[in-house]
């Protein structure tokens, strides 16, 4: 095999991770990126973590290893995720499963799940859901961080994919949190029971239609388009979730939302004609709008 990185195995673990970064470099992957992608697929092949990676530079790697990391450099060469390709990726206080079902997690919704973690709706909680689940990330997180604190909080976790969900349910399997969240296939929150819940979130699609398909290949050739695409505008979802989540909503409960960094005004604005208060639209940690929350009241 000529295209992936060179037939003889690696001597040592060093030598792989030299040999991987450079790899991925020659396919147009930055430097940086490449070196941190390389050491992400030695460490899972070699089952370490860092600091562990940088002790062991000189031990031989078996020739099994070494065929794995070849496929594995391959994958990433070819523009799949390196969340895909190692299968797994850590979320908030959890480890998902990860693959082209559903969206991969992100840094900005770990902040979402912060947010409400700091809410007076979660610490007096008695049932949430998420819309739009996608791998379960936002449900399980609150899921396992209502087991941490002790407390019974009903969790219902709501996507239109099936393919979806059925990874969500494996996540939930594997965090021991199978009967801690109800696994729901609907379409946004119109099929929550009304005034049910104190606090209802989500991650949307909020993506505008024509700019999907400009988006880097990682994203748009890998994750679904489904999880993606908000509609002509990227608020089609939005607008129906904010009156939605109104009806499921009980007095005082507060809706969490991540959107697009263009589209705080207009969640401002929809999130007050639909009779939300204590409107607040903040900033992620790149200084962009990215999150708009709403209380019932």
Known sequence: M????????????????????????????????????A????EEALGIRAPGLALRRNEPVDEAVVARLRRDFCRLAAGEPVQY????????????KTDRRALIPRPETEELIERILRSRQWREARAVADIGTGTGAI????????????????????????????????????????GAVDFVEGNGASGLAPGAFDLIASNPPYIASAEVDALPALIKDHE???????????????????????LAL????????????????SLRRLLECAGYTRVVVARDFAGHDRYAEGELP
């Open 224 to 246: 679904p388009r489904l999880a993606l695409d908000g509609g002509a505008d990227g608020l089609d979802i939005l607008r129906q979730l904010v009156l939605d989540a109104a």
């Open 2 to 37: 000529t295209t992936c990185p060179s037939d003889r195995p690696a001597l040592t673990v060093g030598q792989a991770l030299s040999a991987g970064a450079a790899y991925l470099v020659r396919h147009g992957i930055a430097a940086q990126e490449a070196q941190t992608q």
């Open 139 to 178: 449900a399980l997180a609150l899921a396992a961080a209502a087991r941490r604190e002790g407390r019974a909080v009903a969790v219902t976790a709501v996507d239109l994919s099936p393919e979806a969900l059925s990874l969500a349910r494996e996540n939930a399997q594997a965090l021991g949190l199978s």
């Open 250 to 265: 009980r007095p005082g409960g507060r809706l969490f939302l991540e959107i697009g960094d263009d589209q705080g005004l």
């Open 85 to 96: 390709v190692v299968g797994h990726w850590p979320f908030h206080a959890i480890e998902l």
């Open 39 to 42: 050491e992400i697929l030695v």
